[in-house]
């Protein structure tokens, strides 16, 4: 966890909030310059967290990032008080992306989508829940859509702050990463992406979607024993490498326990046509992957 302790230079006329759990930003960051910053959130009952682009040098200058107490979550009224009390978010940007985790998502081939039946394409897979919405992004890498449910009092709270902001769910920047990173895999490319309570599997081979799921789990050992069992019925070898992202890091558990049935274990790294500062250098960016993964999608 990184934190730059200079943020008092900056957020000394903050209304009160509680601190962020991570924040760095660097020395060229102009707050009354924002409307040439695009600003990315990723929202969530787990967590908050937003980051600053300067289009201008197509450099990352700014992220912040907010956990719950612990066992608690985060609610539409503490998505209001953030939105509404950090100096940054009150601002106008040049543009505005909006990622919303979810693990209840399914994905319809292009050719056969109808966005009139959205929701019962969703229905085929999960149980709509009591005041969520479903929302359908488009997705080129597979051609398809992908069908997901947001919470609408928090989706409508995001509107409210910034109009015409599409939601995402999390799953279309990470394709998008792994759409470009997978050029130079051959047979299988293979990403894990850690959530707080589930986590992502997609494997492509030969740029072909071969598996893409979500499954919950509890300890390590849960996705241990899932991932595996897919790798069994798949038949993906030992010698396979395994891209990791979101909520784990080089030689914790997680990532020690793989490395016993898997040789080589990477983590995701953003790419595209952007640059970070040098206050990010010590940063394990793979966890924020989706986040700053958001501005390639167009």
Do not use: W
Not at 94 to 99: G, H, L, M, Q, R
Not at 286 to 295: C, E, G, I, K, M
């Amino acid at each position: 966890m990184f934190v730059n302790l200079s943020n008092l230079l900056i957020n000394k006329n903050r209304s009160p909030l509680k601190a962020p759990n991570i924040e760095l930003f660097d020395e060229t960051l102009d707050i009354n310059s924002t409307e040439n910053y695009e600003l990315s959130i990723q929202v969530s009952p787990d967590g908050f967290s937003f980051c600053l682009l300067d289009t201008i040098r197509n450099k990352f200058v700014l992220i912040r990032a907010f956990e719950p107490e612990e066992n608690k979550y985060f609610n539409s009224d503490k998505i209001n008080e953030l939105l509404s009390k950090d100096e940054f978010l009150t601002k106008r940007y040049k543009k505005v992306n909006v990622v919303m985790p979810s693990k209840k998502f399914t994905l319809i081939p292009a050719p056969l989508f109808d966005p009139a039946k959205k929701d019962e394409y969703f229905k085929f897979n999960h149980i709509k829940e009591d005041g969520n919405m479903i929302i359908a992004n488009r997705i080129s890498d597979p051609d398809a859509y992908l069908v997901f449910s947001v919470p609408k009092p928090v989706n409508d709270l995001i509107n409210s702050f910034y109009p015409g902001a599409h939601p995402y769910h999390h799953i279309k920047p990470l394709f998008d990463h792994i759409s470009h990173s997978r050029k130079s895999v051959n047979g299988n490319c293979i990403n894990i992406h850690v959530e707080k309570e589930f986590f992502n599997l997609i494997i492509f081979n030969n740029n072909l979607l071969k598996f893409c799921n979500t499954f919950n789990y509890r300890n390590i050992s849960d996705i241990l024993y899932f991932v595996l069992n897919v790798f069994k019925n798949l038949d993906i070898k030992q010698e396979e490498t395994i891209y990791f992202s979101g909520l784990t890091e080089k030689y914790d558990d997680l990532s020690s326990n793989f490395s016993i049935y898997v040789r080589n274990i990477k983590f995701a790294e953003p790419s595209g046509n952007f640059t970070f500062s040098y206050v990010f250098n010590d940063m394990d960016l793979h966890r924020f992957l989706n986040l700053f993964s958001v501005v390639n999608c167009g």
